[in-house]
């Protein structure tokens, strides 16, 4: 291993000892890795945070009181639109649900987190987000 750094060289009759060059097969992997990692932060995704309100209220009629789930999604199409239509019909699922603990187990198989709330006396108002990829977005 020693040897292998070093070469035999001779000028003016000396003899002597001097480090070797490095090999261009000791180089490449160098470049190698430097170029992947530069092209790796060229190709990188801008996340966005998109946003949603869930406000549930409790309805009482006679015989029961039922659970009543409006989904908001906000005013503005085109800040709310996807190339996935899956991702609005799934919102819309949640006004399907019976019970508040329902209803956040479901947002949160989907990946919405909560980020807000009200208490659920007679009425809740819960914030959720989630992050995406710019490229599932349309407009973007």
């Known amino acids: 291993m020693l040897l292998r750094r070093y070469r035999l060289c001779q000028q003016e009759g000396i003899v002597y000892f001097a480090r070797a060059k490095p090999s261009v097969m000791k180089r490449t992997p160098l470049v190698v890795i430097i170029f992947l990692s530069s092209l790796s932060c060229t190709f990188a995704q801008q ?15 006679f015989t029961n009181t039922k659970l009543s789930v409006d989904v908001r999604m906000g005013n503005v199409d085109s800040l709310f639109s996807f190339k996935d239509t899956t991702v609005v019909s799934n919102l819309v699922k949640v006004k399907t649900l019976k019970t508040l603990p329902d209803v956040l187990n479901y947002m949160s198989s989907l990946g919405w987190a909560p980020v807000s709330g009200m208490p659920p ?19 973007h």
């Open 47 to 61: 996340k966005v945070f998109k946003y949603c309100e869930i406000r549930t209220y409790y309805v009482s009629s």
């Open 121 to 139: 006396y007679l009425s809740a108002s819960i914030c959720f987000r989630r992050e995406f990829d710019s490229s599932e977005l349309s407009g």
